[in-house]
């Protein structure tokens, strides 16, 4: 059950108990396990799963503000693209350990958003990002104005 | 903090609240929720994504029971390896769908485990598999013998 | 440039010396290399790999035949859903191996395909998989008839 | 067949005819075909999927020189692992894009490569990154010194 504006009628339900609202400008966390599948034959998780992983991470967050993706493409036609990110890679992550997902708003524009994203295990910083998001209508994917809830929504945050 | 059979101090500590471990011949259930990672240009869960759903759900399920694979394989060696499955897709799985991994041990023998699993939405049943699993030595992959611990925990499951 | 039956001007070009297609019955065969995102931490090729690599086969087969799945898409409305498979796993597949995915089809009926796939390691059988594809409308994932020109192309073949 | 440094009797010979190295600085060109499993639900190559695109790029590069990565973790315990990047993400790429994806050695230190890398398609850049990559011992994922013969090596191309 759907808003017209994609907003769902029970915000972050299915989240609920897994990833942590936290108000304002303070981060949301969630918490991913390492399975096989992220892992490569190095022993660790493989580069590109970290942006998985990094992805589950803000869309709970914009779950949890009461929007999913596929409800928001259903009612907006909009959607997210990443147009850039910067990673560091600080100490690998194993096979069956629960990481967390730290993801912080730091900028909101007219078609933008940035991610301030961290993974951490047990305290200890694995990885952190700067992820840029745009906006975008996605039968084109061209740059598209964030709807005006969103962005009251996420303006409180940044 | 492991024992020395691999079996974890604090059994199924980190998926509490997540799987739901079932008695006996009962079903162990795992949400998993869909991701823009797991689907398609299609639209819908890519095919391969099932069977890393299937495998959290095997993981979840053996941690329950007090074994993390990499704490296995740290201690005993030994590991699992898909010796081979057969799965029928009956409805698509789409973006944000919270999905449940339904898994459930139909057979016991001294290398091989079957697994009887399914994956559900709401009550309706995507996609239904049977998955044979061996028993390996790691470093070698050949089969090796359920440690007697794990055949004695599994044997009064299936 | 496609025609209006989505078949692509030149067919096959793409694959051109990648992929080798015997004529009528005989077996279609694409090399994959083995990268570190295809392996897992126990060291090997993870079974989910696999069906990765097999849809690159049977993509890469209709490609040799002249059909992109871009282009059907687009031209027809038509693709293509797996409704099931069962998979052998014989003998693991290791970082940097190169593969051969071996593709035949075995049947062609109305709305439905049925592949027999091998993947190959100098001559070793690796896995040996049955796939069960249906023809679908992709809008509603709902199965279609095979368009008439494909259904001629692969009659020859099966 | 590989010598004691891990150097491939044949150098180059798995990736002829795919991968085409030009001489010193000159540009690696590796070709990637997008199948359904490197795209999302939005339609396009999902946004990890490019970094496993980068990672063929650049072990394609190093196989070109003489250097598999298997042969290199079992005759020195050396590996390489990513560091830090930044990607800028610059129009999507499609189901059934053929990419090509462009690797330069950028730096070369005791213990760290640096590689610009572009994916274009039909001449258009798609995305480009930079990578910072150390060279490790695998068992511990310490930093390690480059291999001399690979030094070396890649010495003439930086």
């Given at each position: 059950?759907?808003?017209?504006?994609?907003?769902?009628?029970?915000?972050?339900?299915?989240?609920?108990?897994?990833?942590?609202?936290?108000?304002?400008?303070?981060?949301?966390?969630?918490?991913?396990?390492?399975?096989?599948?992220?892992?490569?034959?190095?022993?660790?998780?493989?580069?590109?799963?970290?942006?998985?992983?990094?992805?589950?991470?803000?869309?709970?967050?914009?779950?949890?503000?009461?929007?999913?993706?596929?409800?928001?493409?259903?009612?907006?036609?909009?959607?997210?693209?990443?147009?850039?990110l910067a990673i560091e890679?600080?100490?690998?992550?194993?096979?069956?350990?629960?990481?967390?997902?730290?993801?912080?708003?730091?900028?909101?524009?007219?078609?933008?958003?940035?991610?301030?994203?961290?993974?951490?295990?047990?305290?200890?910083?694995?990885a952190?990002a700067?992820?840029?998001?745009?906006?975008?209508?996605?039968?084109?994917?061209?740059?598209?104005?964030?709807?005006?809830?969103?962005?009251?929504?996420?303006?409180?945050?940044?």
């Amino acid at each position: 059950m759907t808003s017209e504006d994609g907003r769902e009628a029970r915000p972050g339900n299915a989240g609920a108990g897994r990833g942590v609202n936290l108000k304002s400008a303070e981060a949301f966390v969630f918490p991913v396990r390492v399975y096989f599948e992220d892992t490569d034959a190095a022993g660790i998780a493989y580069y590109a799963s970290y942006l998985r992983f990094l992805e589950r991470g803000r869309t709970e967050w914009l779950r949890a503000l009461g929007y999913g993706q596929e409800a928001l493409r259903e009612h907006t036609g909009i959607g997210f693209a990443v147009r850039s990110l910067a990673i560091e890679y600080l100490k690998p992550a194993r096979l069956d350990d629960e990481l967390l997902v730290v993801s912080r708003l730091r900028e909101v524009a007219r078609v933008r958003l940035v991610f301030d994203q961290r993974i951490e295990r047990a305290g200890a910083l694995l990885a952190q990002a700067s992820v840029r998001v745009a906006c975008v209508e996605l039968k084109s994917m061209k740059p598209a104005a964030l709807p005006r809830a969103l962005r009251q929504t996420f303006g409180c945050l940044a």
